[in-house]
């Protein structure tokens, strides 16, 4: 799976437990730990990079990070 493909999964079943349940909501920290064990090895030199920022990006940026990365 592709790390594109990754953040599609996740968000997508992220949305649809929010809306079997609200208070089952997922947040972006618990959405993003998610995509990084996800992802295959090949995809870990990405995730050194998130994981050695300072700050931690928002999910939208996380996102936005990856799309430049590929």
């Not at 799976?1 to 909501?25: G, R």
């Not at 972006?28 to 990006?57: C, N």
Request: one cysteine or more; hydrophobic letters at 40%.
């Amino acid at each position: 799976m592709t790390i594109p493909q990754c953040f599609n999964k996740v968000k997508s079943t992220c949305h649809e437990i929010f809306k079997l349940e609200l208070e089952a909501a997922i947040g972006e920290t618990r959405m993003k730990r998610i995509i990084i064990h996800d992802l295959k090895p090949k995809y870990w030199s990405f995730v050194a990079i998130v994981q050695g920022s300072h700050t931690q990006p928002s999910l939208v940026d996380f996102e936005n990070l990856q799309i430049k990365k590929i």
